[in-house]
Nanobody
Framework: HVQLVESGGASVQAGDSLTLTCVASGQTYSSFCMGWFRQAPGKEREAIAAIYTGAGTTFYADSVKGRFTISQDHDKGTVYLQMNSLKPNDTAMYYC????????????????????WGQGTQVTVS
């Protein structure tokens, strides 16, 4: 089992930058990927960034490509989401996710199979 805890959400102005952090604990060695999702009020949860934990290869949704960067500190079991040039429509609850490592996922859609979820961290852009 894997536990995920996000932090770093805040209320910011359009154009600002913000970094979210996700700390993983438990059986993290088994996960092939970690990812970030977001859910705005009244909308479905959206996969926005994913990373292969082994190779460090990253994938992004078109909505954030060029503005957001996912990265990891493998030794610390931590994944980051650096968000630049934030826009009001980036306002959402942001969630970290990890897969359980029972199959190698295809991350081409920035979708890491979310077998484990964090509790979320709120980002508000005005």
């Amino acid at each position: 089992h894997v536990q995920l805890v996000e932090s770093g959400g805040a209320s910011v102005q359009a154009g600002d930058s913000l970094t979210l952090t996700c700390v993983a604990s438990g059986q993290t060695y088994s996960s092939f990927c970690m990812g970030w999702f977001r859910q705005a009020p009244g909308k479905e949860r959206e996969a926005i960034a994913a990373i292969y934990t082994g190779a460090g290869t990253t994938f992004y949704a078109d909505s954030v490509k060029g503005r957001f960067t996912i990265s990891q500190d493998h030794d610390k079991g931590t994944v980051y989401l650096q968000m630049n040039s934030l826009k009001p429509n980036d306002t959402a609850m942001y969630y970290c996710a990890a897969d359980r490592g029972d199959r190698i996922p295809d991350l081409s859609g920035a979708y890491c199979p979310p077998d484990y979820w964090g509790q979320g961290t709120q980002v508000t852009v005005s």
